[in-house]
């Protein structure tokens, strides 16, 4: 089955900068839709950025657009998310997603098939 482990989380300042890597195993991995989701305390899991199979279409939450940004590479069955002029607000545990079935870039969290274990994002102010 189709696994994926998320790394590069951690404690930074606000203003800061980390990224997020998402290494996949299996053969289809690459052309599945992947989407980044976060989840804080006591709240739902929300939709943070997807990216097309192929790399080549993505899509953002308004919360983070200009700030974040998702990638791709197939050849490592690794997908990336690069977060900048990070914010308090952005704490929570993010996780990786890969959706087998969509062609398209789904913000629900009940189009995702395969979802990693999270890695947490703790931004201080």
């Known amino acids: 089955q189709v696994q994926l482990v998320e790394s590069g989380g951690g404690l930074v300042q606000a203003g800061g900068s980390l990224r997020l890597s998402c290494a996949g195993s299996?053969?289809?991995?690459?052309?599945?839709?992947m989407g980044w989701f976060r989840q804080a305390p006591g709240k739902e899991r929300e939709f943070v950025a997807a990216?097309?199979?192929?790399?080549?279409?993505?899509d953002y939450a308004d919360s983070v657009k200009g700030r974040f940004t998702i990638s791709r590479d197939n050849a490592k069955n690794t997908g990336y998310l690069q977060m900048n002029s990070l914010k308090p607000e952005d704490t929570a545990a993010y996780y990786c997603?890969?959706?087998?079935?969509?062609?398209?870039?789904?913000?629900?969290?009940?189009?995702?098939?395969?979802w990693g274990q999270g890695t947490q994002v703790t931004v201080s102010s």
């Open positions: 997603a890969a959706d087998r079935r969509s062609y398209g870039m789904s913000r629900q969290v009940s189009s995702y098939d395969y």
């Open positions: 299996g053969r289809a991995l690459p052309y599945y839709v």
């Open positions: 990216i097309s199979g192929s790399g080549g279409s993505t």
